[in-house]
């Protein structure tokens, strides 16, 4: 549970739930509860798994991750869209079994006899998870034939593409089926969304009653059976490559998330529900402040709590009780709480889904707590019990959906064809207030959260960072044209092969969410719950210019599908590869693997000889890179390095995607006997305690830091540092749930040579006491180093942004480089993620003759 204050109840109206009493299921266990109160908060930031183990997930998951992608068809056909389903190989050590619930071997037969019970349910597969499950989507709707289909596909289009024009088509109005978005089993160790949801299948497929028929006639229900099944084979809240994914729609570094993110933008669902545990009562969003400023907020507010109340009043109405089955009545997190249940960054999928025009959408979390210790310690009547019941509170709020959807199917998709007419007309956001969303008590200044777009975003060609950027904002849906050739904007002028993105457009909020600054709360709330600054505009490496006015009439701009390519290869000459970007530094890492003869600059870029051109024409196609023509000559040799890291799982993944040899270790493979003439350099940032080693070990490990190096991250990284005696510098701790975009000055030379001048932090770390031999690679601005975030000193006034400014955030000596920002943070930032590579390389090659 999250943490959250609570204040006094708004008033709740009535609200008819006849559809849910259609579908309602009788009976119930009757074991004798045991207590099942509410549970304390889960991590909220990225952490080294249990038991002071480092990552430890497979290469092949990661292997898999970076290459998979949705495979949903293109093509607009019919439904029902039938095929038989191959099994999977039964697994009796599927975490499901001992809670009584469907383990995920057994879906694929299921999902083939629901097939078969008629003519309303479609099984597709979207793609397949890092550890390589198949992920299905099922849809359920009325028969349509491929005519149908296409005119439905062709109203939905022109919902998005002129919506001023849709918002007065009488056919969009009459024929249009509302789309709706059911997402089960995101953390893999909540399982029930998944039965709820096989459960109700099988009852849409069958019931001949009018009201189901009229429904199934008017929307289309998309059901996503369980998207993360690794964890729910594992009974991990994270997926094979321990990515919690509900952190993961800003990255979309795993496939799993890049499938959700194709069902949103493909189906564009008016209505989302993505169900989770366990918050006793059962928690159901609209959210605290702070309402993310991008959101067409009016609109979603009084949508997600009308359908809020009709989920409050079902679950409630199933009987459930404190004293009888430990269960707390619902909450409301906009009614019921203060803060600390936000909205604000849209790494959560409700809060994703809402810029693809659903406007009403919602975490649930299912009251009793089946999953961690419970799993292991209670008895399996119990755990089946309290499984049973959380799934019959999923299916509530299910049904409850189905009914706000029966009800409000027209208005609905109006209000999402509104929020697509604001974009693309560019018109203002309306406040939220009493007057202008009514029916929704308790709205006060602390929830009025809006921003001013920008009447363009200009992103300079021709880098690997921008093409990335660029393919990024396409895969979420987001309009780029390029130039054709120089062009004037709002003062400037801008080179042929700019991208422009036209803040006129239906899915600007989108647009602004992932290239804007962001802004600074840290005055607005107290506590936030995850993430607060994120921005790709000042992190992923490419320049990003934000064009607040100017007219676009006239430029040469032509939309494009994919960016331009930015690999190249000189003709003559030698080589440089500059090493900034992270495609860079894995292309190099591939050209160590062939045995190609490297050399290393001193401003840190890589030399390669002429001679290897073809290699590196290679290289420039798979990784999109550059090689430059260089006269620089001598420099050190480099070789492929083989990185022993103690790191959190996005540390992990991020090291493999730029083609690094690593080979995860912590506390206790050390203690275990580690063969250190396996690796060239430690990297330590979670999982590695110093003082809990034997006395073998530690031997071994200052051995080893000795001939070679560390490179450290936060906290956990300096504290090793400091128990080798490998740097003299003190770190600092700022406060611990500070994060977001800081502003950096960087020194240059091998380890921050060409690096952006901003970071991202969490829980930030910065260095003083410097003593000889210690070099300031990267320092906190000065003044406020915090762009957007929050930031907050901790109770005894320590640990702000203004303590760190103008100090250390990265320092370096002769057998250690230490990194007091997050520079590869769920394989997030990517602009940073060379310094982290470049540290390796120096450390690596500092000793090593």
């Given at each position: ?59 092949s998951a990661a292997r898999r991750a970076l290459t998979a992608d949705a ?40 999902l083939n006899r629901l097939q078969k019970l008629g003519d309303r349910v ?728």
């Amino acid at each position: 549970m999250r943490t959250t204050r609570t204040v006094p109840a708004r008033p709740v109206p009535f609200v008819a739930l006849t559809f849910v009493l259609t579908l309602a299921t009788a009976g119930s266990l009757f074991l004798a509860p045991q207590p099942a109160g509410a549970d304390p908060q889960p991590p909220t930031r990225e952490r080294a798994a249990p038991g002071d183990r480092a990552a430890r997930a497979p290469e092949s998951a990661a292997r898999r991750a970076l290459t998979a992608d949705a495979t949903l068809s293109d093509a607009v056909r019919g439904y029902p869209r039938e095929q038989t389903l191959a099994p999977d190989p039964e697994n009796p050590a599927d975490k499901s079994i001992k809670l009584g619930l469907t383990p995920y071997h057994a879906i694929a037969p299921k999902l083939n006899r629901l097939q078969k019970l008629g003519d309303r349910v479609s099984v597709e597969v979207a793609g397949r998870s890092a550890g390589g499950h198949r992920l299905f989507l099922v849809t359920v709707t009325a028969p349509e034939t491929d005519r149908q289909a296409r005119d439905q596909e062709r109203m939905r289009a022109l919902i998005e593409n002129a919506p001023a024009k849709a918002a007065k088509s009488p056919h969009i109005k009459k024929s249009y089926k509302t789309p709706v978005f059911f997402n089960n089993n995101i953390h893999g160790n909540e399982w029930e969304g998944t039965d709820a949801s096989l459960e109700l299948i099988e009852r849409l497929a069958t019931a001949n009653d009018a009201r189901t028929k009229s429904l199934l006639a008017r929307s289309r229900l998309y059901f996503n059976i369980t998207a993360n099944p690794d964890g729910r084979i594992a009974g991990t809240r994270a997926n094979a490559n321990g990515f919690d994914m509900n952190r993961d729609f800003v990255t979309a570094s795993q496939p799993e998330v890049r499938v959700m993110r194709q069902i949103m933008a493909d189906k564009q669902p008016a209505v989302m529900l993505d169900l989770h545990g366990y918050v006793n009562g059962t928690l159901i969003e609209p959210t605290t402040p702070p309402h993310g400023e991008n959101y067409e907020y009016d609109l979603f507010l009084k949508n997600t709590y009308a359908n809020a109340l009709g989920m409050e009043a079902a679950v409630n109405g199933l009987g459930y009780t404190p004293a009888k089955d430990g269960v707390e009545p619902v909450q409301i997190p906009f009614r019921d709480q203060e803060e600390g249940w936000d909205d604000w960054p849209p790494i959560f999928t409700p809060q994703y889904a809402a810029f693809h025009g659903t406007v009403a959408a919602h975490t649930v979390e299912i009251p009793l707590r089946v999953n961690n210790a419970a799993y292991d310690t209670l008895p399996v009547a119990e755990l089946r019990r309290r499984a049973a019941v959380n799934t019959d509170v999923a299916g509530a709020a299910l049904r409850a959906t189905l009914d706000f959807v029966a009800e409000r199917g027209s208005s609905l998709v109006a209000d999402q064809i509104e929020v697509f007419r604001r974009g693309a007309a560019g018109a203002a956001q309306v406040p939220v207030s009493a007057e202008t969303v009514p029916g929704v008590p308790g709205i006060g200044p602390e929830d009025v959260y809006t921003t001013t777009f920008p009447r363009a975003y200009v992103i300079t060609g021709g880098t690997t960072a921008a093409a990335r950027l660029v393919d990024h904002l396409i895969a979420n849906d987001v309009r780029v044209s390029r130039a054709g050739h120089a062009f004037r904007l709002g003062g400037r002028t801008y080179p042929k092969g700019s991208y422009v993105v036209d803040m006129r457009q239906a899915k600007r909020g989108m647009a602004n969410v992932l290239l804007a600054d962001g802004r600074d709360i840290s005055d607005r709330v107290s506590v936030m719950y995850d993430i607060s600054g994120w921005s790709l505009g000042r992190l992923w490496g490419a320049t990003v210019e934000s064009v607040p006015r100017g007219s676009l009439a006239g430029l040469p701009l032509r939309r494009v599908a994919e960016a331009a390519p930015a690999g190249y290869v000189a003709p003559r000459g030698d080589l440089r590869l500059r090493l900034t970007d992270p495609n860079e530094v894995a292309a190099l890492n591939s050209l160590l693997a062939k045995g190609v003869a490297v050399r290393r600059a001193a401003d840190g870029s890589a030399l390669v000889p002429g001679s290897a051109r073809a290699a590196a024409a290679v290289a420039a196609r798979t990784y999109d890179v550059a090689f430059d023509a260089t006269r620089l000559t001598g420099g050190s040799e480099l070789r492929r390095v083989r990185v022993a890291a103690a790191v959190t799982p996005g540390e992990l993944f991020a090291l493999r995607e730029m083609n690094f040899d690593v080979t995860p270790v912590s506390t206790a493979v050390l203690n275990a006997g580690f063969d250190w003439s396996t690796a060239d350099v430690l990297f330590v940032s979670a999982g590695l305690r110093y003082e809990s080693l034997s006395p073998a070990a530690r031997t071994a490990l200052d051995a080893f830091l000795g001939e070679r190096g560390l490179v450290g991250r936060g906290a956990a990284g300096a504290s090793v540092s400091s128990a080798a005696g490998l740097l003299a510098a003190r770190a600092v701790e700022g406060n611990g749930d500070a994060n977001g975009v800081v502003r950096v000055v960087n020194v240059g030379g091998a380890v921050t040579g060409g690096a952006p001048d901003h970071s991202f932090v969490y829980a930030p770390v910065w260095f003083t006491d410097l003593g000889p031999g210690v070099r300031v690679e990267q320092s906190y601005a000065t003044g406020n180093p915090l762009v957007s975030g929050h930031w907050r000193p901790a109770r005894d006034g320590s640990g702000g942004p203004a303590d760190a400014a103008g100090q250390a955030s990265v320092v370096s000596g002769a057998h250690a480089v230490l990194f007091g920002t997050e520079p590869l943070f769920r394989d997030h930032p990517k602009g940073e993620f060379a310094q982290v590579a470049r540290a390796l390389f120096t450390m690596a090659h500092a000793h090593s003759g």
